[in-house]
């Protein structure tokens, strides 16, 4: 047996345990909000850029400040705490909508694509580890904004692709036809749906339904049983089925206390998908062996970050 078997011993996941996509700001708990994961059993984090929607860039210089902020957090968090951090960097779809009143399309699309580059540079540098969020408003627009914001999508895959720097999506939720579209967009811009994940994803992890993406699930409530009715068992046990990560999003805004979900999330959950795992099927659960469910959960907290972020350092 490998060794992560004994991380499972029936009742709680005593392995390592990853939060796929989180925010931390200086404004609100911050440090807090880490210790709080690291209490509840968290060990690595995926620190994702959070965009200051009060006040938004207007120029490189701008971003550059806001991007060293985000790397200035990751290494407090590391010096404060024994949690593994990974830094995600880059310029927030959403923050572009918002640009093309203030700046025009012309100027809010080049500085989004000059912040994408400048995303590139910390990748290269090792400083970040994926180029994210990038994607499309998860609100209704326009068709001129709704297409405008496809085409640079596909331009941002192209230059990603050129360093095969992973990527996290922000997008809408039109659940497998959202996935369907990403697909096809990574396909006409040459990049690796390998490395493409889709953050705040749906728990139905079904290969089928998340066109062989790579998922971060928001685990809020009914998330354990959808993921465990719709993983692919076969593909699992072949070590062919595409990534999953769990992830809370939590935002650290101090107006919106724990939004979206708390810190403490990802630890519960993991426990809570184990022994649904484990239960019986003629009692509501799946029937899973112990050496099953440890796989699958070291899989998801270990093997597959690795996959898609490289090893900790």
């Known amino acids: 047996m490998e060794d992560f078997v004994h991380f499972w011993d029936g009742e709680k996941w005593n392995g390592p345990i990853t939060d796929g996509h989180m925010h931390l700001d200086r404004k609100g708990r911050c440090l807090d909000a880490a210790y709080d994961f690291e209490k509840s059993g968290g060990t690595r984090l995926i620190l994702v850029h959070k965009p200051d929607f009060s006040q938004l860039p207007q120029n490189i210089g701008d971003v550059s400040s806001a991007y060293i902020e985000t790397l200035s957090i990751a290494n407090e968090v590391r010096e404060s705490t024994e949690i593994q951090v990974q830094v995600v960097l880059g310029p927030h779809p959403v923050v572009w909508v918002h640009q093309l009143e203030l700046l025009g399309e012309e100027m809010a699309t080049e500085l989004h694509l000059s912040s994408i580059d400048l995303a590139l540079e910390y990748f290269q540098s090792g400083d970040c580890v994926a180029i994210g969020e990038i994607g499309r408003p ?6 001129k904004v709704w297409n405008s914001a496809n085409k640079m999508l596909e331009d941002i895959l192209e230059k990603c692709a050129s360093y095969n720097a992973p990527v996290q999506f922000h997008v809408e ?29 749906p728990a139905n992890v079904s290969p089928v339904f998340t066109s062989e993406l790579p998922v971060s699930v928001s685990m809020g409530r009914g998330s354990i049983e959808k993921i465990a009715s719709t993983v692919d068992a076969d593909l699992l046990s072949k070590g062919k089925h595409p990534p999953i990560l769990m992830e809370t999003d939590y935002l ?15 630890p519960k959950r993991t426990n809570e998908l184990g022994k649904y795992l484990q239960t019986p099927q003629e009692d509501g659960g799946m029937g899973w062996n112990q050496q099953k469910i440890a796989e699958f959960l070291w899989k998801i907290h270990r093997v597959w970050p690795d996959m898609l972020y490289g090893e900790c350092r």
Do not use: M, Q, W
Request: hydrophobic share 30%; proline share 10%; with cysteine.
């Open 138 to 143: 998860h609100f209704p627009v326009s068709s």
């Open 173 to 201: 939720d039109r659940g497998s036809e959202t996935c369907t579209e990403l697909n096809e967009i990574c396909t006409y811009a040459n990049y690796p749906l390998s490395i493409a994940l889709r953050h705040y994803a």
């Open 252 to 266: 650290d805004d101090p107006k919106r206390p724990g939004a979206v979900l708390g810190p403490r999330t990802i």
